[in-house]
């Protein structure tokens, strides 16, 4: 099974990719587990289910901030 690439540290509730938090050096955990397997048998029945296809189901999706201004908001932070 694929390991996921999102990780989070729990110490500076961090975001990386890498196993080892780049801000305080403590281990990240996955972010969250996989919700289906990549093998997945049933994936055509449940596309279908959710109508992935559709126009309706792409304007759905929640719209995601540019990562420059996700970068600007991470420094103001700190």
Request: aromatic share 6%.
């Amino acid at each position: 099974m694929a390991r996921q690439l999102l990780q989070h540290c729990s110490t500076c509730n961090s975001w990386t990719l890498v196993r080892d938090c780049p801000h305080c050096d403590e281990i990240a955990n996955a972010a969250a587990p996989i919700k289906w397997s990549p093998e997945d048998q049933r994936a055509n029945i449940r596309r279908k289910m959710y109508d992935v296809e559709s126009q309706a189901w792409l304007e759905s999706l929640p719209e995601l901030d540019k990562i420059t201004k996700l970068r600007e908001n991470s420094l103001e932070e700190e």
